[in-house]
């Protein structure tokens, strides 16, 4: 009989203390753990070996309701980065080692040229946010620069040419980035986002839309069909979705893009940006300085 009561005391209190565990969790005192990325074994002999991995693709932009023949280039590199200045650190020792990812595009829209590019630095060490994002957008009429860091809160500042938009600092709650996805996907992409979330559109999408910089309801769906994965991510109240195509298999080469929103004057129509692969090569880009090295410029298909 005795055993019997202890028996019923020890369940009762295990129940209590499950229940407990769960309310508490659900009023935020115990804060969920982050989830340590599930890197490939063979992930530093790809990433870690001193070279960049870089990837060009056919790009046709959507800009002004017309879409516009360009290129666009994907330069992926591991390095050491300055948590306290936000920087690239010259030392390898007490750095936090990052995923840098440098996007560029370029294209013309009649007389005048456009030049977008991005860069994102994203942990290696856990699924956390990315610590750093930049976007620049040069064309004739001007120029524009925003720049989010990630110091426990988003901190973004952001300049423009345009009226009402000359200098911004606004502070956002940490949430998903559109712009570390990309990252993500070279990692782990079984750490996408799926479902129904608050996300932050690209920098570069919302200074070229003039759209509120601010975390959006987004959804996202990843689908695996013919040895690629396709990623992606729809924004219901912005009227866009972005379709990121990749390998299946480390290193989950980003293969093809695809971007549909409206785009025009006064009657915005839906239309469709897309990217395909020309060529990737593997190397140390920086030191690759000289005349002689142009060649491997137009191996690229640039």
Same mark, same amino acid.
């Given at each position: 009989m005795k055993s019997a009561r202890l028996l019923l005391l020890a369940f009762v209190f295990l129940l209590v203390f499950v229940f407990s565990f769960m309310w508490l969790s659900n009023k935020g005192v115990f804060a969920p753990r982050e989830t340590p990325f599930n890197l490939a074994i063979n992930f530093s002999d790809y990433w870690q070996t001193g070279e960049a991995e870089i990837t060009s693709y056919q790009l046709k932009q959507a800009r002004y309701g017309e879409i516009?023949? *360009?290129?666009?280039?994907?330069?992926?590199?591991?390095?050491?980065?300055?948590?306290?200045? @936000?920087?690239?650190?010259?030392?390898?020792?007490?750095?936090?080692?990052?995923?840098?990812?440098? #996007?560029?595009?370029n294209f013309l829209t009649g007389i005048y040229p456009y030049s977008i590019m991005s860069s994102t630095f994203f942990p290696l060490e856990k699924k956390k946010h990315a610590v750093k994002v930049s976007a620049s957008i040069q064309e004739w009429c001007g120029q524009v620069y925003s720049q989010l860091n990630n110091r426990g809160v988003f901190e973004l500042l952001s300049h423009s040419y345009f009226e009402g938009e000359a200098d @911004?600092?606004?502070?956002?709650? &940490?949430?998903?980035?559109?712009?570390? =996805?990309?990252?993500?996907?070279?990692?782990? !992409?079984?750490?996408?986002?799926? *479902?129904?979330? @608050?996300?932050? &559109?690209?920098?570069?999408?919302?200074?070229?839309?003039? %759209?509120? !910089?601010?975390?959006?309801?987004?959804?996202?769906?990843?689908?695996?069909?013919? *040895?690629?994965?396709?990623y992606t991510l729809s924004?219901?109240?912005?009227?866009?979705?972005?379709?990121?195509?990749?390998?299946?298999?480390? !290193?989950?080469? %980003? #293969?093809?893009?695809?971007?549909?929103?409206?785009? *025009?004057?006064?009657?915005?129509?839906?239309?469709?940006?897309?990217?395909?692969? %020309?060529?990737?090569?593997?190397?140390?880009?920086?030191?690759?300085?000289?005349?002689?090295?142009?060649?491997?410029?137009?191996? =690229?298909g640039l």
């Open positions: 516009r023949e *360009g290129k666009a280039v994907l330069i992926y590199v591991t390095e050491p980065f300055n948590t306290s200045e @936000q920087v690239k650190s010259n030392k390898t020792t007490g750095s936090l080692p990052v995923l840098k990812l440098n #996007q560029t595009r @911004q600092y606004l502070e956002i709650e &940490p949430t998903h980035l559109e712009n570390e =996805l990309w990252s993500i996907i070279r990692l782990d !992409p079984l750490k996408l986002p799926q *479902g129904s979330f @608050q996300i932050i &559109p690209s920098l570069e999408y919302m200074r070229l839309m003039h %759209i509120e !910089p601010m975390a959006y309801q987004g959804q996202g769906v990843l689908r695996k069909k013919n *040895g690629s994965y396709t924004y219901p109240s912005l009227k866009r979705e972005l379709a990121i195509t990749f390998s299946e298999k480390f !290193p989950y080469e %980003i #293969q093809s893009w695809k971007e549909t929103y409206p785009s *025009g004057g006064a009657k915005p129509e839906m239309l469709e940006s897309s990217a395909t692969k %020309i060529k990737r090569i593997k190397t140390a880009y920086w030191e690759k300085n000289k005349k002689n090295d142009t060649y491997l410029y137009h191996a =690229l």
